[in-house]
């Protein structure tokens, strides 16, 4: 059986845009106030893909050095 996954294909379906946008929440609330109000673009490049996220952050949290 071969469970290599390939990831070389050029869209992501919305169902993987949605579970991508909510793991990026997550992590995101550590450092912003944002409203829920996220998007994802995806696009072909020469190089590969130029992703680009977009959300209204209301203000930037205070950073916390790891412990």
Same mark, same amino acid.
């Given at each position: 059986? @071969? %469970?290599? /996954? +390939?990831? =070389?294909? =050029? @869209?992501? +379906?919305?169902?993987?845009?949605? /579970? $991508? /946008?909510? =793991? /990026? &929440? @997550?992590?995101?609330?550590?450092? !912003?106030?944002? %409203?829920d109000k996220?998007?994802? =673009?995806v696009?072909?490049?020469?190089?590969? !893909?130029?992703?680009?996220?977009? !959300? %209204?952050?209301?203000?930037?949290?205070? $950073?916390? &050095?790891?412990?």
């Amino acid at each position: 059986m @071969n %469970d290599v /996954l +390939t990831a =070389d294909r =050029d @869209n992501i +379906t919305e169902e993987e845009k949605e /579970l $991508f /946008l909510c =793991d /990026l &929440k @997550n992590v995101c609330s550590e450092y !912003f106030e944002a %409203d829920d109000k996220y998007t994802l =673009d995806v696009t072909r490049t020469e190089k590969g !893909f130029s992703v680009c996220i977009i !959300f %209204d952050a209301v203000r930037i949290k205070k $950073f916390k &050095k790891p412990r």
